[in-house]
């Protein structure tokens, strides 16, 4: 089992930064691929960024690619995300996420099966 608690939500002007981390619990975290997903009012949730199990391989959906950046510190359990440039269109719910099992690159939706309760993102225009 995994739990994950996300912090560092909030409101923020379009093209402001952010910063999400997110803690793990288990002494299986730097074995997992762990990503970050988020929610919009009315949509579903899709996968943003992904992170290997050892920080070597990233991912990112087209539409944050070149503003946000994901990275792990598994020593210290935890994932963190910059978003920059952030954009109205961003405004969601960010969920971190732990892989079923271990070694992967978290590159798949499918990979995930861990979840966060979610912290909320806003950026006003």
């Known amino acids: 089992q995994v739990q994950l608690v996300e912090s560092g939500g909030g409101l923020v002007q379009a093209g402001g930064s952010l910063r999400l981390s997110c803690a793990a619990s288990?002494?299986?975290?730097?074995?997992?691929?762990m990503g970050w997903f988020r929610q919009a009012p009315g949509k579903e949730r899709e996968i943003v960024a992904g992170?290997?199990?050892?920080?070597?391989?990233?991912s990112y959906a087209d539409s944050v690619k070149g503003r946000f950046a994901i990275s792990r510190a598994n020593a210290k359990n935890t994932l963190s995300r910059q978003m920059n440039s952030l954009k109205p269109e961003d405004t969601a719910v960010y969920y971190c996420?732990?892989?079923?099992?271990?070694?992967?690159?978290?590159?798949?939706?499918?990979?995930?099966?861990?979840w966060g309760q979610g912290t909320q993102v806003t950026v006003s225009s």
């Open positions: 996420a732990a892989a079923y099992g271990g070694y992967g690159l978290g590159s798949r939706e499918s990979e995930f099966g861990y």
């Open positions: 288990g002494r299986t975290f730097s074995s997992r691929a």
């Open positions: 992170i290997s199990w050892s920080g070597g391989s990233t």
